[in-house]
Every structure is written in C-alpha cells, then in structure tokens.
C-alpha cells in the first residue's frame, strides 16, 4: 500500500504521467467474504488512489491483466477504469511480424539457408495462438535446441560443446523441436480449465 500510494504521489508531482499496472488482478482483485484483509485493504487503497486523482495533474492510469472478470468491479466504475480495451492474440502477419524481430534469417552466421521470408511465413501460420511472449519463449527455446545438439557428455557426465557458441548454426530442426517444446497460453490456459 505504501508503495502504492508512493508512485501515486510522484506521479501527481510530475503531472502528464502514466501509472501502468501490468497484472493488475493479482493486487485488485474482487473483494469476497474469505479475502485476506490484506488483499481487501490493497484494493481499498487503489480505489482511494484513484478518485483522489485530480484531472489537473494529467495521471493516466492503465491497468493490465489476462483475468478481466477477476478486478473487483469497484474499479471498473466510471471515474476509475472507465474504458475495457481487448488487445487479441497476434494474426498471421503479425506473428510473422514478431518473428522476424528475433530471427535475422539473412544472417548466415546465425541461421541455416533453409530458414529464409518462406519458412518463418510458414511456422507464422502453425502458431496461431501464440502471443508475443509465447513467440519470445519458442526463439530461445530454438536457440536452445541449436546449442544442445553441440553437446555432447563424457563418461562422468560432463558436457561440452563440440563446436564454440559463435559457430552454431540453427537450423530448421531447431524450430520443430522447439515448437513441440512449446506450448502457448491459450494452449496452457485451456489445459488448465479441463483440468479443473
């Protein structure tokens, strides 16, 4: 809460600020008979913050969460969070978009001949459902893959590499392994929710 109140503060000092609370569910969530008093006086505190905000300070504050439905509504009255504002999983073009910004396919030092504008359009369209973060998580997994296939173990288990970190190469495989490797959120979240 202090700490709360404490970005709060500077931020009205500072006027023509932005407070992004990235997660905000995991310190605003709905208010409930079994809620820790903790939790209830955090959201208490945020509310406080919030309506003491004087437009003459020109903070902006934007909240972030996966969990809509789990900010306790207080917060979604007009005055507090007055906009929702869905931001979808990437498209095709997109993901490749996204892809691109990691993989540097002309880089022949880095990546095979046969990653090239064809491939990463290709593995773009067999991720549909991956988010920024998960397409973050599949490069280094394949990054990854790369390395593991210069390792090799001695007879006490330990590794080494058979070729230095500036020589791997990755390559087509890389990417497959690491796609099987990797699942993505809305992958993860549906698992999660059978489960339950």
Partial sequence: EY???KKFEEA???RNAVIFIDEIDSIASIREMDS???EVSL????LSLMDGIKSSHRVFVIGATNRLNAIDPALRRP???????EVPQPDTESRYDILCKYVNWQDSSVFDENINEEFLRTI?????GFSGADISALYT???????RRQLSMDENGKATMTQSVEEVIITPADFESAITMIKSTQQRTQKQNESE
């Fill in 79 to 85: 005055g507090r969070f007055d906009k929702d504002l």
């Fill in 141 to 147: 997994e394949t990054a990854m893959s790369a390395i």
């Fill in 124 to 128: 773009a369209e067999r991720i549909d």
């Fill in 43 to 46: 959201v208490g505190k945020l």
């Fill in 36 to 38: 820790q008093q903790h």
């Fill in 3 to 5: 700490n709360l109140g």
């Fill in 12 to 14: 009205e000092r500072k």
